[in-house]
């Protein structure tokens, strides 16, 4: 009896030391070492094109960033570790005449439309959480910025005009503990 009483204890105790390290590990990759802002850096000293999303992303067992970058006629895809900076992944494409047509906004003048920062500002001043994703996106003839938000479970999501700033759509969400 008591042998098999140790057995159970001895098995509870490394089902918990193993599962504390699991979320651990877990939680890490939920914060990475390098934020948005560092990695638009990086991306932006080595191309010269218009980042049009950035985004983090869990891939298998790290995070990860994805971005993307337009120039005239080339579109490159790009995933770097979002610990180390170091480039994962990385293709070019050659854009196609329909492409560009479609894609008025890496030809417009920066000028026109706020920046990504101002972007950043406008909706953080509506929640209150750290910004995993934005896109400059074509959404009925309007350039938009897409903002996606995040707070602990709580996640918003934003579009907001790139000429002025205007909030087009907000979107807040409390996910649910389906754990």
Do not use: C
Request: glycine fraction near 6%; proline fraction near 1%.
């Amino acid at each position: 009896m008591k042998k098999t009483f140790s057995i159970v204890i001895g098995t509870l105790i490394g089902a918990t030391i193993f599962g504390t390290g699991i979320y651990h590990s877990q939680a890490d990759e939920a914060n990475p070492k390098i934020n948005s802002d560092q990695v638009r850096q990086m991306v932006e000293e080595q191309y010269s094109g218009t980042i049009t999303e950035l985004e983090l992303e869990k891939d298998l067992d790290k995070a990860v960033y994805e971005v993307e970058v337009k120039e005239k006629n080339i579109e490159h895809d790009i995933k770097l570790d979002a610990n180390t900076g170091e480039v994962l992944h990385e293709s070019s494409t050659e854009r196609k005449d329909d492409d560009l047509q479609d894609d008025s906004s890496v030809q417009l003048d920066k000028e026109a439309i706020i920046g990504v920062d101002k972007a950043k500002e406008i909706a953080k001043q509506n929640f209150d959480g750290n910004v995993i994703s934005i896109e400059l996106d074509e959404d009925d003839n309007q350039l938009v910025y897409e903002v996606e938000l995040r707070n602990g479970k709580k996640e918003a999501d934003f579009e907001l005009d790139a000429k002025n700033g205007d909030i087009i759509e907000m979107d807040i969400d409390t996910e649910d503990d389906d754990d």
